[in-house]
């Protein structure tokens, strides 16, 4: 008998995204494929971190977090996303938002269970789910405003469902989910019993006066959320990997014993970083970023009009999907790597955010650069035309 791979990684790929960023770097190109900020790392973040190293914070934090960490994440959670949360109870701070993510589905989900997934989706969702052997349903978002009906939701219900993930702002896509659109899928979740999962990553990302709205600061379904977030983008972090889970506390348990089995702790010294950010950083650091983001969303949306690839123009989060249907190539790969070789810019296929083969005339830019950076692509992007 020969050794192989086991069954459960033999249904996950390499993300497309990192796939793209490898073909970036050989042609010497511009990345607008990775989510990667390239912003300056605030300062009291990094200070943060300089002096938890020096004052040897460098050893194992409890299983759910450093306490000054799970107290500012407590005060944030309160004040910003209005959910009541308590730093001893409701709190988890993991291995990123997507390492809190696994945590959770191992924490609360069986194999064999099924989580709804809308989609254009991100898909670290879908590999998470399928690592821990949960099945992912889709129901579509339909552009341009990315909007769903309830009896797509209903179609596709069946016993073995047992969640719903929400991401809002939505990578790929942008979409931020109103007020009415959450009712919705609250009072969805609750005629089924759903745990109701979030990815809020792009929380402060939100455009032309729209709001953030987390799922769990509705009062019906407070109890069945599960708010995943972190500071990757918000602080440029990215390789920091910091990100936190909170919900009810007869979930956080579990999910922070989940954790404390798989990551042990986040990594102490950048803990107090990002607790030190969140506590330091004013409202208008904030706001300062947004408009910063604001601006070149508009930059960009502006050039590939100009160029005839039509944009998604997103509600939120720092990604552009735009429809590449005039590009030459059957599929959604074609005409990214056409594009990268016409232009030296690198995008993400649509098909990597799609079930089914579908997403084949998409592809999503990513804005989150330097200004330098954005005027060199838009640069080459007018090279197309």
């Not at 996303?81 to 809190?100: L, M, R």
């Not at 909170?246 to 014993?257: P, S, T």
């Not at 999503?364 to 090279?383: P, S, T, V, Y």
Request: hydrophobic residues 35%; contains cysteine; proline residues 5%.
């Amino acid at each position: 008998m020969s050794l192989t791979i086991s069954s459960r990684s033999s249904q996950i790929v390499q993300s497309e995204i990192r796939n793209m960023s490898i073909e970036c770097d050989r042609v010497g190109g511009i990345n607008l494929s990775q989510g990667i900020c390239d912003l300056e790392l605030p300062l009291p973040v990094r200070l943060g971190a300089q002096e938890a190293m020096i004052e040897g914070i460098n050893h194992y934090t409890r299983y759910d977090g450093l306490l000054e960490l799970r107290q500012a994440i407590a005060e944030k959670t309160i004040k910003y996303n209005h959910i009541q949360t308590d730093p001893e109870k409701n709190i988890t701070v993991s291995g990123g938002s997507t390492g809190a993510f696994y945590c959770a589905c191992l924490a609360l989900l069986n194999p064999g269970d099924e989580v709804i997934i809308f989609e254009p989706y991100y898909g670290y969702h879908i590999n998470t789910l399928i690592a821990a052997n949960v099945n992912p349903v889709y129901v579509p978002l339909e552009p341009p405003d990315w909007s769903f009906s309830i009896q797509d939701l209903e179609k596709i219900i069946t016993p073995r469902t047992k969640g719903i993930m929400v991401n809002t702002p939505a990578n790929p896509c942008g979409k931020v989910f109103s007020q009415d659109e959450l009712e919705q899928i609250a009072d969805f979740a609750v005629r089924h019993q759903l745990f109701v999962f979030t990815d809020e990553i792009y929380e402060y990302f939100v455009y032309d006066g729209r709001k953030h709205i987390s799922p769990g600061s509705i009062q019906s379904i407070a109890d069945q959320t599960i708010t995943i977030s972190g500071y990757s983008k918000t602080f440029s972090i990215t390789g920091w990997r910091i990100g936190y889970a909170v919900c009810h506390e007869k979930w956080a348990q579990m999910i922070g014993y989940v954790n404390d089995l798989f990551y042990v702790c986040a990594p102490a010294p950048l803990q107090l970083g990002v607790a030190r950010g969140i506590n330091e950083l004013p409202a208008e650091f904030y706001e300062a970023l947004c408009e910063q983001y604001y601006v070149k969303r508009n930059k960009l949306c502006q050039i590939l009009t100009d160029i005839g690839i039509t944009p998604f123009v997103p509600q939120g989060a720092y990604y552009v999907l735009a429809d590449v249907s005039r590009l030459p190539g059957k599929t959604s790969k074609d005409k990214a790597m056409y594009l990268l070789q016409k232009t030296g810019v690198a995008t993400v296929p649509g098909e990597a955010f799609y079930s089914h083969h579908r997403g084949q005339n998409l592809v999503r830019f990513c804005f989150a650069k330097d200004n330098a950076i954005i005027d060199e692509a838009c640069q080459r992007l007018k090279g197309l035309t």
